[in-house]
């Protein structure tokens, strides 16, 4: 009963987050700031593992690069790092015109043009790769 002699009034019980989450940018907003911070803890041990294996290959030729290239693990992971790299690329581009785009259209835009860019990018990044793995 108390509740709603509350709500008569235009008050509720239910705390500030209670009453926005699942509203608006409170939604959409979490995913994006999670996948931001997967995408980076991803790149972790990828980065890593890429570097160590640059520095391992200082020196070799074509054909020792090739055939790492071409190894299943190696292309495997070169295409995750190179995706979660140009996600979580993309996710951070996204913010930085939400905050600092102020025209909608301009925001709406920009942020359409970031993911298609990311997703070409990625694309064309991930068929080089395939390339240079089979066809040498």
Do not use: N
């Not at 295409?79 to 939400?98: D, P, R, S």
Request: charged share 10%; with cysteine; proline share 2%.
């Amino acid at each position: 009963m108390a509740e709603a002699s509350h709500k008569s009034h235009g008050t509720s019980l239910r705390t500030p987050i209670a009453r926005v989450r699942g509203l608006g940018a409170a939604k959409e907003g979490v995913g994006h700031w999670w996948m931001q911070r997967m995408t980076a803890l991803a790149l972790i041990p990828l980065g890593l593992w890429f570097v160590a294996s640059v520095v391992c290959l200082a020196g070799a030729d074509h054909a020792a690069i090739t055939q790492w290239l071409s190894a299943p693990f190696t292309l495997g992971a070169l295409a995750l790092t190179l995706f979660a790299a140009f996600y979580h690329a993309v996710l951070g581009l996204q913010v930085v015109v939400e905050d600092y785009v102020h025209g909608k259209f301009a925001k709406h835009a920009l942020v359409i043009l970031i993911q298609f860019a990311g997703f070409g990018f990625a694309t064309a990044a991930i068929i080089a790769l395939l390339v240079a793995a089979f066809a040498g």
